[in-house]
């Protein structure tokens, strides 16, 4: 089945020069047809700066909580203008009460956001906003790092719990939290180049092949937590955040690249 990002990236190819006023309804109507979404709904919360400081690394995340009786069981980050407008499709082994996600991001120019969460009672809850930037058209922009060097550490990761309050990561008052299980997030910081298949090598002056982070597998505790589809929209060597349950004691990431490499790596608290 070919990848989310993949296959609206091809239908709003084709939309012609339309798409600049119409981006996301193309995109809605590419994902959705015509189910329903509730726009600017007060249980999403899209978290974004009002310009990035940089294009090729630019923050962004999103805070849901779901509507009285229902759960949320899946989370779409929509960057408008960029060649693969769905950037992360996160879906949900266990539907939860609350969800929070942040990643690094890579953006082709000024764009639209928008956020959209799903419901287990099949609502689509949608919130948006604007993003300016410097116009780098970081999606196409020269890779920071050499890309033959870039294969050597290919699907490394780094594993961090982070605790409920952003304090410094070691701080007495982190250790006891952790201690405490009293845990609010799993950071995983990759390794990958994340080639977008528009960027081209500046010697060979030829294009670099497309190599993505095609999916994020997370297990907590020995059960499944979440699944994430990536695309050319995340960042060279990305970082994501995600909320986890309080009492989360372990974590187990499985990394599957677009060239069907795959990669492992596990944490847990000091006390278990």
């Known amino acids: 089945m070919k990848p989310l990002y993949l296959a609206v990236s091809a239908l709003l190819l084709g939309s012609g020069p339309a798409l600049a006023q119409s981006a996301w309804d193309d995109i809605r109507d590419a994902l959705y047809g015509d189910d329903p979404v509730v726009s600017q709904s007060a249980h999403v919360a899209l978290d974004a700066p009002y310009r990035a400081t940089d294009d090729a690394r630019t923050v962004l995340g999103g805070h849901i909580i779901a509507p009285p009786g229902q759960m949320i069981t899946g989370v779409t980050l929509v960057i408008d203008e960029n060649p693969a407008p769905v950037a992360a499709d996160f879906t949900l082994a266990e539907p939860q009460a609350e969800f929070a996600f942040s990643l690094t991001a890579r953006i082709n120019g000024q764009t639209p956001l928008h956020l959209v969460a799903l419901t287990d009672a099949g609502e689509r809850h949608v919130a948006e906003g604007y993003l300016k930037t410097s116009g780098q058209g970081a999606c196409a922009a020269p890779p920071g790092t050499d890309p033959t060097g870039a294969l050597a550490t290919l699907g490394d990761m780094e594993l961090a719990f982070l605790p409920a309050l952003d304090v410094p990561s070691k701080s007495v008052n982190t250790r006891i939290a952790a201690l405490a299980g009293k845990v609010g997030a799993l950071d995983v910081d990759i390794s990958h180049p994340s080639h977008s298949g528009l ?36 960042s060279e060597n990305p970082r994501l955040r995600v909320s986890v349950p309080e009492g989360t004691s372990m974590a187990e990431v499985t990394l599957h690249d677009s060239d069907g490499k795959v990669t492992r790596a596990h944490t847990s608290l000091a006390a278990y």
């Open 199 to 234: 960027q081209m090598d500046q010697i060979t002056l030829l294009y670099i092949p497309l190599r993505v982070v095609g999916e994020v597998d997370v297990a907590l505790d020995n059960a499944p937590y979440l699944s994430m589809t990536g695309s050319i929209s995340l």
